[in-house]
Nanobody
Framework: QLQLAESGGDLVQPGGSLRLSCAAS????????ITWFRQAPGKDRMSVLC????????NYADSVKGRFTISRDNDENTVYLQMDSLRPEDTAVYYC?????????????????WGQGTQVTVSS
């Protein structure tokens, strides 16, 4: 069974950094596209960054350009989200997900497998 588990969320000050982890089990993460999403309270779940099978990355959120990076460690079967220069508006539950296909997509409906999420809070 395909399973994803996020970790690394925390309370941080504006300007701080966090690295989130998305650990895969039941499949080889390098054989799939993985996308990070985030969802603030009362708001829609929004795509942030995706990494493809080839390691190419796609950014879906202009507000995180130059601040967030996605990467993959195939030996650890884990995808990471490095978040720098954090802002209060980055506060959200962060999820990783994978679609059935072998491509990146920003659409929630394309994803069948989700982790439980990890809370990131950036306090002013």
């Amino acid at each position: 069974q395909l399973q994803l588990a996020e970790s690394g969320g925390d309370l941080v000050q504006p300007g701080g950094s966090l690295r989130l982890s998305c650990a895969a089990s039941g499949f080889t993460i390098g054989d799939y596209a993985i996308t990070w999403f985030r969802q603030a309270p009362g708001k829609d779940r929004m795509s942030v960054l995706c990494i493809s099978r080839s390691g190419m990355t796609t950014n879906y959120a202009d507000s995180v350009k130059g601040r967030f990076t996605i990467s993959r460690d195939n030996d650890e079967n884990t995808v990471y989200l490095q978040m720098d220069s954090l802002r209060p508006e980055d506060t959200a539950v962060y999820y990783c997900a994978t679609p059935p296909g072998y491509y990146c997509s920003p659409l929630v409906r394309d994803y069948d497998y989700w982790g439980q999420g990890t809370q990131v809070t950036v306090s002013s």
